[in-house]
Nanobody, 114 residues
Framework: VQLQASGGGLVQAGGSLRLSCVASGSIFSESVLAWYRQAPGKQREWVTTFTSGGSTNYRGSVKGRFTISRDNAKNTVYLQMNSLKPEDTGVYYC?????????WGQGTQVTVSS
């Protein structure tokens, strides 16, 4: 399984971005999908998850501002990010978990200026 993330960029505080992550293979619809991020000098942290059953979860600091969605027909997971804050800056990684497999995309940089 290969994951290709895109959509990052530079945006002012209060702005929006939509990240996309396309997966190869045929297991997408049965997989748990997630987004993580890593700020400079910090550990990678979990942001949000979309299970194969349709439930979603968010870390508290992004709840109400970020929305994860998936299109199984396109093997794509999205992260809509609104009301962005400088503390949202980091490299965003998509993640796919299927059975014992744990796969990561290459990351896309998000920079929010104040």
């Amino acid at each position: 399984v290969q994951l290709q993330a895109s959509g990052g960029g530079l945006v002012q505080a209060g702005g929006s971005l939509r990240l996309s992550c396309v997966a190869s293979g045929s297991i997408f619809s049965e997989s748990v999908l997630a987004w993580y991020r890593q700020a400079p000098g910090k550990q990678r942290e979990w942001v949000t998850t979309f299970t194969s059953g349709g439930s979603t979860n968010y870390r508290g600091s992004v709840k109400g501002r970020f929305t994860i969605s998936r299109d199984n027909a396109k093997n794509t997971v999205y992260l809509q990010m609104n009301s962005l804050k400088p503390e949202d800056t980091g490299v965003y990684y998509c993640n796919l978990v299927y059975r014992r497999g744990n796969y990561w995309g290459q990351g896309t940089q998000v920079t929010v200026s104040s």
